[in-house]
């Protein structure tokens, strides 16, 4: 069955701290994955997709086949980045995402 | 405005009776989908539109659950005979389709669903 697995429903951190939420997925072949993030009373939006292999906000996410994960990194946390986070793998063929159950990050001054 | 809309924004209703949550999507975007999202928990799929195709409906949680899109563009899901256990945030996303990839889903502000 394929599978989304966020390990921790709360991650706190100080500002200026790196930031680790991590992603473990368990699908055969190459999925495509992203990272989708929502803000206090905004709705859910797209963070990053591992083939943009883009910066955005100072996340980075680098796809590990090895490992079946794709963590979320940050290496200085600012108050702003307080959010749910979400790791979603999209596997071709099947035309939906299947979501993690979501990292609350909260940043602390 | 240019994003995917929901109504009603709130919905409190009595165990028992039946809702329609209406979703209007982005304009040309042909893929459609329903997610729950209850306290606490992740988001869960509940069904997808691509087109004229039909729709994959592998999520719905019961057969109190149902959902249409007419003329491939609003869509509403309906929820016959209420339970408490119904109560939720009812997201819908559209996204653009490209045959072998995939496109980031846009997504609604939700409809909160209390159940009394």
């Known amino acids: 069955a394929q599978r989304v697995t966020q390990p921790e429903k709360l991650l706190s951190v100080f500002k200026g701290a790196p930031v680790e939420l991590k992603c473990n997925y368990s699908y055969s072949g190459s999925p495509e994955l992203f990272w989708y993030v929502q803000y206090s009373r905004q709705r859910l939006q797209l963070l990053l997709r591992?083939?943009s292999r883009e910066s955005i906000k100072g996340f980075t996410a680098d796809l590990n086949k090895g490992e079946t994960s794709f963590h979320l990194k940050k290496p200085f946390a600012q108050e702003e980045d307080s959010a749910m986070y979400y790791c979603a793998p999209f596997r071709g063929g099947y035309n939906k995402l299947i979501f993690g159950a979501g990292t609350r990050l909260a940043v602390h001054p | 405005g240019a994003g995917v809309s929901q109504s009603p924004s709130n919905k409190v209703t009595e165990k028992g009776k039946d809702v329609e949550l209406r979703c209007d999507p982005i304009?040309?975007?042909?893929?459609l989908y329903w997610y729950r999202q209850s306290l606490g928990q992740g988001l869960e799929f509940l069904i997808y539109?691509?087109?004229?195709?039909?729709?994959?409906k592998s999520g719905l949680p019961s057969d109190r659950f149902s959902a249409e899109r007419t003329g491939g563009s609003v869509s509403t899901l309906t929820i016959q005979r209420t339970q408490q256990e119904d109560s939720a945030v009812y997201l819908c996303a559209s996204s653009l389709f490209v045959r072998g990839g995939n496109q980031p889903q846009h997504f609604g502000d939700g409809t909160r669903l209390s159940i009394l």
């Open positions: 539109f691509q087109g004229n195709s039909a729709p994959d």
């Open positions: 591992h083939i």
């Open positions: 304009s040309g975007h042909t893929a």
